[in-house]
């Protein structure tokens, strides 16, 4: 059972930044390609973000473009979320999620992932 675990959501106001993290203690991301999602109660999950396991390919939905970056440090087992420019739409509770093992690279599609994080709650205001 692979058990990923989001750190680094807090509160912050519009404008600000923050960096989340995935990491999954026991097991190894290194093989996997990682996505982010974030949902909003009453709303479906999104895919925001995701980084196929040696990095060469990142992929942002149009949300997010241009203010968030993903990036991934195997020898730490961990892949890190960095969002700036954060707006009040932004606000969401964020998960990290892996993709199968299925040779087809970053999706956008939230169905394509399998397992996933607890989540970390980010809340944007003044």
């Known amino acids: 059972q692979v058990q990923l675990v989001e750190s680094g959501g807090g509160l912050v106001q519009p404008g600000g930044s923050l960096r989340l993290s995935c990491t999954a203690p026991?097991?190894?991301?290194?093989?996997?390609?990682i996505g982010w999602l974030r949902q909003v109660p009453g709303k479906e999950r999104e895919v925001v973000s995701c980084?196929?396991?040696?990095?060469?390919?990142?992929v942002f939905a149009d949300s997010v473009k241009g203010r968030f970056t993903i990036s991934r440090d195997n020898t730490k087992n961990t892949v890190y979320l960095q969002m700036n420019s954060l707006k009040s739409e932004d606000t969401a509770a964020y998960y990290c999620?892996?993709?199968?093992?299925?040779?087809?690279?970053?999706?956008?599609?939230?169905?394509?992932?399998?397992?996933w994080g607890q989540g970390t709650q980010v809340t944007v205001s003044s």
């Open positions: 999620a892996t993709r199968p093992l299925d040779g087809m690279g970053c999706k956008l599609t939230k169905d394509a992932y399998d397992f």
């Open positions: 980084i196929t396991s040696n990095s060469r390919t990142t």
């Open positions: 026991g097991f190894t991301l290194a093989y996997y390609d």
